[in-house]
């Protein structure tokens, strides 16, 4: 979770290619995983993909 972080706040990436680097098959489940482990959203405020 450590590296999707990181990846999360500091690359121009989506949350799928995020989730298959870190090795889950399934952004969904990724994203509760990532949420359960850290809380909260993405970006505050913001939308949680590139194209809003």
């Known amino acids: ?13 989506t949350v799928a ?4 680097r870190v090795g889950y ?4 489940y990724f994203v509760r995983r990532f949420r359960r482990h850290h809380g ?3 970006r505050r405020g913001g939308t949680q993909g590139h194209d809003a």
Do not use: F
């Open 17 to 20: 290619a995020i989730a298959h």
């Open 1 to 13: 979770m450590r590296e999707a972080r990181r990846l999360l706040t500091s690359d121009d990436l």
């Open 40 to 42: 909260g959203h993405r």
């Open 25 to 28: 098959r399934d952004p969904g």
